[in-house]
């Protein structure tokens, strides 16, 4: 490994997956309305349906865009196809939590890096998300602000923009992903340190992301973000 934990001065994040539980959220508010109409489902099966259904060419952003989700997967689940409970599963992203370790491991690594939120959901959702976060960021770009998402070389040229215009370069960067297709394998083409944290190493199958066209060997790999902090910790002790 060609550089130590200590060598960088930022830290980019993606958010959702990595920081936030998005597929709790999803699959609570769906088992919620499946309830609610007399009907029970498999989460991991409808994370399955959300995924094929979210990555079509006519998505919107999001999560503006499980409106138009919702109303693809919910015949295939047994639930009704109502608008109203598209919109009920958008707005659920307002009250998604975030992993148990994310904020303390935010908090923590921002004593000594500057933190970079990067992610393809809108601002007004990312408004909630970094509270429940705890606000732990230097600075933070959503697909409102890069006006494309990540893969898109893009959405980090914005990124490498704005460090550049405080005196450093992408080598001063470790990019932090749970997403092999939106980050790890598109940091990697660009040149970036990469941590992946495997969110669902204790579950088959890439869930509600975008299974990658190729596995790509992050610089550093952990399954949590207290073992990117302790791993910080124990480097810096």
Known sequence: MSKSLSDFKYMTFDVVG???DFEGGIKACLAEIAAETGNDIDGERALSLYREARYSDDADLFPDDLVRVYLTIAPTLGLPADRKYGERLRDSAKSWKGFADSAAALGTLAKNYRLVAMTNARRWAFAFFEKELGNPF??????????????????????????ASEGHSKDDILHVAQSQHHDIGISRKLGLTNCWIERRHAEKGYGG???????????????SMAGLAGAVAAERA
């Open 18 to 20: 990595t920081l936030i």
């Open 138 to 163: 230097h600075a933070t770009f959503t697909a409102d602000d890069t006006g494309t998402e990540k893969p898109d070389p893009a959405f980090f040229e914005a990124v490498f923009a704005y460090i």
């Open 209 to 223: 992301t975008i299974e990658p066209a190729e596995f790509t060997t992050p610089d550093y790999h952990f399954t």
